[in-house]
């Protein structure tokens, strides 16, 4: 909460993952040993040696509380080893990561694409698939492959890209779908919902896509133009400040008029790559002055370092929680900017 007192919940694999991800960030000789202790608490806790997985959640007793496999969280520990790697050169992180990769190619994989989550005995579960676990698989891929040049990693990459084109993206509206069906048809109930966010770390991901495996693709910049020509244009409140949840890709109104800090930051960090872009420079540039001014006034306490999780449309608190997944979206981005802008 905003006391900084943790809240008795489940603890879940993919908050760990986010937590090792953002110290190996900020790595220095202070961290080191509170990042081996994390690395080493995941594997003894989390993963199950027996089927190659890592367990949802753990109760406050450490104990498994969760015992299905989900694939949002695969991708994070996909992610969590890079990192991790990155910042100890510890090996014992490239042989999880690959026992990772195996278990979600051997378990999670479908015809097409992969499933949501496993229950305990492996079997895919059968609910609404989404684009998101597929869109952080290909982040985990991404990295380790910057790590090990592994071409397994490019493989799995290369087939969620093909996804995104082929499925998740529509190219005649210009928008990203979030939910579908068994076979990655849009949703007939719920696939009317987008979310501006995510067209912002799709922009990131396909960016780096291009750049980490030397990928041309005329359909992949269409797509990035069309990803930030939607975010400009409907999920950026230009007027109040922030970045509007969700929309209706039917009718391009507001579904959710709440405005999460992530959303914030993600789109922040897309308009910082679509400002290098001279036909993009203009809204990128407004868009990174208004939100950086929401993020100084409205969303962080510089003198304590705790947040907003989620403001209204008029930019009001609604809530005192503070997820420990929050802050993977906060400093990663403010480290990286860096490298894409221009002092303005």
């Not at 080191?32 to 040696?49: E, W």
């Not at 305990?120 to 998101?132: A, E, F, G, H, M």
């Not at 490019?154 to 979030?178: Q, R, Y």
């Not at 696939?191 to 980490?212: F, M």
Request: hydrophobic fraction near 40%; glycine fraction near 6%; aromatic fraction near 12%.
């Amino acid at each position: 909460d905003q006391s900084g007192t943790p809240i008795d919940l489940p603890r879940r694999l993919v908050s760990q993952c986010r937590q090792i991800i953002v110290y190996s960030l900020a790595s220095n000789d202070a961290y080191t040993g509170k990042l081996n202790d994390a690395f080493d608490f995941i594997k003894q806790h989390y993963f199950i040696p027996e089927t190659g997985g890592s367990v949802f959640s753990l109760n406050t007793e450490n104990k498994i509380h969760d015992h299905t496999y989900d694939l949002y969280a695969h991708a994070f520990v996909l992610l969590a080893c890079a990192q991790y790697y990155k910042a100890t050169k510890n090996e014992e992180a490239l042989a999880y990561a690959k026992t990772t990769l195996n278990f979600i190619k051997d378990h999670f994989a479908l015809h097409i694409g992969y499933a949501e989550s496993l229950d305990s005995d492996l079997v895919p579960l059968r609910t609404i698939r989404r684009q998101n676990p597929h869109m952080h698989l290909l982040e985990g891929c991404i990295f380790m492959y910057g790590v090990t040049k592994d071409n397994t990693y490019k493989d799995v990459a290369d087939t969620l890209v093909s996804l995104f084109l082929n499925k998740f993206f529509n190219t005649e509206k210009g928008v990203l779908h979030e939910f579908f069906d068994e076979n990655l048809n849009v949703h007939p109930q719920e696939g009317h919902k987008i979310e501006a966010g995510h067209h912002g770390e799709w922009i990131w991901l396909l960016t780096n896509y291009k750049n980490i495996f030397g990928q041309q693709s005329n359909a992949i910049d269409s797509s990035i133009d069309d990803l930030f020509a939607f975010v400009v244009k409907y999920g950026v409140d230009f007027q109040k400040g922030g970045v509007i949840n969700s929309h209706d890709s039917e009718t391009n109104t507001v579904i959710d008029s709440n405005k999460r800090i992530w959303t914030c930051f993600e789109i922040f960090r897309a308009a910082s790559i679509m400002y290098g872009y001279a036909e993009h420079k203009e809204n990128a540039e407004k868009i990174m002055l208004l939100l950086l001014n929401n993020i100084h006034n409205d969303y962080i306490n510089i003198k304590t370092g705790r947040w907003k999780e989620i403001l209204d449309k008029g930019m009001k608190s609604v809530t005192d929680f503070l997820p420990a997944t929050t802050p993977y979206h906060i400093y990663p981005i403010l480290k990286e900017i860096k490298k894409y802008i221009l002092p303005i």
